[in-house]
């Protein structure tokens, strides 16, 4: 049995990526150091698949921050104010991700969206009127070649012409059907061009054929693939799937003319009964996704097994199946062997990106054997899954037990606590505010990383954060913001800090998986049941309210953010491990309110992240649980108490009316890289909550005008009532520099303040 992965980590065992990329943005690195960081990570994990007998190995998976927009700088597809800025190719494309401020140059960059059901974004592509949509790089050729001259053959990656265009925004009056065929001769283009460069294998991943798809939507992709497989000259085409199954398109998919078919057999619900129900061509490959490439634990390789030998009886014996990674492992950290601080009885049972290569190895040779049972491979994972240490605890599982209807509902009703808190908040029109975060300064990184090294004492660590609070309120009141925060200077990452203070998780040291662009994450490990231990924040925010006369927001991470930002559990439901973690985070926000704090953040950033890509399956399988928890966490508090969530860089437009029932005072989302395009929404469903959409985007490095905000806030107000708009950022600024944060919140509050006297 042949083997293959999908796509691997880009950024590296120590994250070299980032922080090569990091530098070169400061001018610290010249393009050539930079080239020189990705070519060596290029050639180590080319090689490392290589010695893990990995048959089908990617190129062109590699990126400096994103292979959709890749893919777009590949085929031309640059707005006009990239291009203008006159910018080499790699500046023009950082650019695109990142925006561009200095001099007479001011530009802001493309939106960013969640990629599919994942914690990474993708640069979302603009395609404008006069796009001359055409072949123009040749990244994917040159890595194959480099692959190539290190003895490495590769299958050349590509994002597929559908997926493309359905991700992409049209930015005129064009629409899909204007463009498909320019895409179409594009990627025969790009087909030739690879033939020429003596590519073997072209791998087009089409992901969005898990989504819902229309008749028309059928029909295009039918269309487009015709055409280009009918101009395969000698190439074997492979269509890649992922993130779930393909259930409106199976039939057509196999009767295409492709050389290989990659099903997902891990979100995949309905992949192997469409398989039962249709066969699987006799003539074609069968890519098959069986080692998750998403979540990092070890693989059950007797369940694995079964599956492969129901595949075969299925499809006959003699169909040539390939064992695959259910997606790119771009998803799970790099190596275990990082993690020289875990236990074994813990460490045995995860598997990272390196370590998945093994057990696709192991799985193949345990298929070709006539007694898996009796391989020492088998034994030992079979012993894995007898049973895990400190997994259970009765007390949790009492609780959750006790949960009643009732424990989800707040009373008074939203519009009888609004008119409450206005009252007792006395706020002015437009309140300003920001989402938590400031910045994490290096000085701050330094005192939290010497605390935990034990350099400083838990005095002095205190002390130096109580400092940075103090700053961090003054500056807050010297702008002349309405609503403050305390700035997190104690944490190190929203999900990861919560896990840290509650029984039930697990920690790496360099698990890093990223996020978006340089920006990575280390998501925690539910290992077991959750419970908190003691109060985590009330400290902190009550030292910050102290100071001020102003309110204080107390800032805590939802349950449904921290399940999704956590690599989750498998041994029970989403839903279980969720109600556990808002039981927990419930006594948080009593013992802040308890503690004096009027306003409470409980951010729910990933909220759509497991929001099954079929809208069928949405309520059935995911909100009817995720909404009433994050009910269940605030149910508790007064009526003049005022909970604010905060939600980012997804597409939430369709689950307006869901977000609504969440019940919260103010949510403030995302908004600024998307043209503001959830007001429509916020409108057509009659959005009861207060809100506030992002009036300027903090990811990009960029200081927003006056006017620029001013701009944003008449925008809103057309389409939002006055009584119920805040002013805020689009997320933390936790990324972000002092000087930048200053300048911006400043104009910020003048635009609000310009706003208020209008």
């Not at 487009?224 to 779930?244: C, E, R, S, W």
């Not at 199954?245 to 057999?265: C, E, P, Q, S, W």
């Not at 004492?457 to 002390?463: D, F, I, L, R, T």
Request: hydrophobic share 40%; aromatic share 10%; glycine share 4%.
């Amino acid at each position: 049995m042949k083997t293959s992965v999908i796509g691997f980590p880009r950024i590296g065992k120590d994250r070299e990526l980032k922080f090569a990329s990091e530098k070169y943005f400061k001018g610290e690195i010249t393009k050539n150091e930079l080239l020189e960081v990705a070519k060596t990570l290029r050639k180590e994990h080319w090689n490392v698949q290589k010695e893990n007998a990995i048959d089908h190995i990617a190129s062109n998976d590699f990126s400096f921050y994103d292979n959709v927009l890749d893919t777009a700088v590949l085929f031309n597809v640059i707005p006009a104010k990239y291009k203008e800025l006159g910018f080499e190719e790699l500046d023009t494309y950082f650019a695109m991700a990142r925006g561009y401020q200095k001099d007479d140059k001011n530009v802001k960059a493309l939106a960013m969206k969640k990629w599919f059901n994942t914690n990474y974004h993708y640069i979302v592509p603009e395609i404008e009127d006069d796009t001359e949509v055409k072949l123009v790089g040749t990244k994917p050729f040159d890595e194959y070649k480099e692959a190539l001259s290190l003895g490495v053959e590769t299958k050349t990656v590509v994002i597929g012409p559908f997926t493309f265009l359905k991700l992409a925004r049209f930015k005129g009056s064009k629409t899909i059907n204007d463009f498909k065929d320019a895409f179409t001769a594009a990627y025969t283009d790009f087909l030739k061009a690879a033939k020429n460069a003596g590519v073997k294998v072209v791998e087009v991943d089409e992901p969005f054929l898990v989504k819902d798809l229309s008749a028309e939507d059928i029909a295009l992709f039918k269309e487009i693939y015709t055409a280009l497989l009918a101009n395969k000259n000698g190439l074997k085409v492979f269509l890649q799937t992922y993130f779930g199954d393909v259930r409106d398109i199976y039939d057509t998919l196999t009767n295409l003319d492709f050389d290989a078919i990659g099903l997902d057999f891990i979100e995949g619900k309905e992949t192997m009964n469409l398989i039962k129900k249709f066969g699987f061509p006799k003539d074609k490959t069968l890519l098959a996704g069986l080692v998750n490439g998403k979540n990092i634990w070890r693989n059950d390789y007797e369940k694995t097994l079964k599956k492969i030998g129901e595949l075969k009886t299925v499809i006959g014996n003699d169909a040539e199946i390939v064992l695959s990674t259910s997606c790119s492992l771009l998803h799970v950290p790099y190596t275990l062997e990082s993690e020289t601080d875990l236990s074994d009885d813990y460490k045995k049972h995860f598997s990272f990106a390196i370590e998945k290569l093994s057990e696709l190895k192991e799985i193949a040779a345990l298929s070709d054997s006539k007694a898996a049972s009796n391989e020492e491979a088998f034994k030992a994972n079979r012993e894995l899954f007898s049973g895990r240490v400190n997994s259970y605890n009765a007390s949790v599982h009492k609780r959750t037990d006790a949960i009643t209807d009732a424990d989800y509902t707040r009373l008074p009703v939203f519009e009888e606590r609004e008119n409450i808190q206005k009252e007792k908040l006395n706020l002015p029109k437009f309140p300003t505010t920001t989402i938590g975060s400031f910045p994490q300064t290096a000085d701050v990184r330094k005192n939290r990383n010497d605390f935990k090294k034990g350099l400083i004492s838990e005095a002095e660590y205190e002390a130096f954060n109580k400092e940075k609070i103090k700053e961090c309120i003054k500056l807050q009141e010297e702008l002349g913001l309405d609503v403050l925060v305390h700035g997190e200077f104690e944490r190190n990452d929203m999900v990861e800090y919560f896990g840290e203070n509650l029984d039930g998780y697990l920690f790496t040291k360099k698990a890093w998986v990223q996020s978006y662009g340089t920006r990575c994450v280390k998501p925690p490990v539910i290992w077991g049941d959750i419970s908190r231990k003691a109060p985590i924040t009330v400290k902190w925010s009550s030292y910050a309210a102290s100071l001020s006369q102003k309110p204080v927001k107390g800032m805590l991470t939802g349950p449904v953010t921290i399940l999704n930002w956590s690599f989750p559990r498998e041994d029970v439901s989403f839903k279980e491990s969720t109600l556990q973690i808002a039981l927990a985070i419930r006594d948080e926000v009593l013992d802040l309110e308890a503690a004096g704090i009027k306003i409470i953040q409980i951010d729910e950033a990933a909220l759509r992240e497991k929001l099954p890509l079929r809208k069928s399956d949405w309520y059935t399988e995911y909100l009817d649980w995720a909404i009433p928890a994050f009910r269940l966490v605030h149910s508790g508090v007064k009526a003049d108490t005022q909970i604010h969530t905060h939600m980012c860089y997804s597409e939430f437009t369709d689950i307006i009316p869901a977000i609504d029932a969440m019940d919260a005072d103010v949510i403030t989302f995302e908004a600024s890289r998307s043209d503001l395009l959830i007001l429509d929404a916020l409108k057509e469903n009659n959005f009861k909550t207060e809100v506030g959409p992002g009036v300027y985007d903090i990811h990009s490095p960029r200081v927003p005008s006056v006017d620029e905000i001013v701009t944003a806030l008449t925008k809103m107000r057309e389409k939002i009532v006055d009584s119920k708009l805040w002013v805020n950022p689009d997320c933390g600024l936790k990324t972000r520099g002092d000087k930048e944060v200053r300048e911006s919140l400043k104009n910020l509050v003048e635009a609000a303040h310009i706003i208020r006297e209008k």
